[in-house]
């Protein structure tokens, strides 16, 4: 993250988003697959397991033309699939600053969490013989009914490393020349992670 400032002098906080370019790898169509959508390819590399590469060479024998070797692969929904062709760039140039999107991120693992860190959990009293149950849950259930613990209920556990969707991010820059995208506020996930931006479903 860093900042930049407004023509008004406002600091804005924002992220800086290396976005593409993503390669157009395998088009879905309404007649062919039952419904459309077009899957995209990011980041070039060396490295990739045989049913990757062999679903990469036929896509590309089938449109007469030669995709590199990509290690992510995404498949994303769209209106009208068949404008898409494999080996067709996407990059930033299709967003413009002032729109709204959602970013969609794998948070930051933290292990294995109790439930102040986890839920918020206020503790037990730290008086009265408490010496010991600060950050205890406390009562998990009743007693004869229903005779267990509920399904859902609030406990320790795995914090993090979730799939998370933040909605109506405002897009402050977007640089064509450096595929770099200055997004207001912070997104989802630590440094080099990635990250799935798309239209925001819920600005019109």
Request: charged share 25%.
């Amino acid at each position: 993250m860093t900042q930049v400032f407004a023509p008004t002098g406002e600091v804005i906080p924002v992220t800086v988003v290396e976005a593409g370019p993503c390669i157009v790898t395998q088009v879905k169509t309404l007649e062919a697959d039952g419904y459309e959508a077009v899957q995209l390819g990011f980041e070039e590399t060396k490295r990739l397991s045989k049913p990757e590469r062999g679903h990469l060479e036929k896509q590309g024998r089938a449109q007469q033309t030669r995709l590199p070797l990509l290690r992510y692969l995404r498949e994303l929904r769209v209106e009208k699939a068949a404008e898409h062709k494999v080996g067709e760039k996407v990059d930033v140039s299709v967003f413009k600053a002032g729109d709204f999107v959602d970013v969609v991120g794998i948070s930051k693992g933290k292990g294995f969490a109790g439930v102040v860190k986890r839920h918020h959990f206020a503790g037990g009293p730290k008086t009265h013989g408490q010496s010991d149950r600060w950050r205890a849950p406390g009562a998990l259930s009743s007693g004869t009914t229903p005779g267990r613990i509920l399904k859902g209920k609030r406990m320790a556990g795995r914090l993090g490393n979730d799939r998370v969707t933040v909605q109506n991010l405002q897009i402050v820059q977007a640089d064509a020349s450096r595929n770099l995208l200055l997004i207001r506020g912070s997104v989802p996930g630590g440094p080099h992670g990635l990250l799935l931006i798309k239209k925001a479903l819920k600005k019109g």
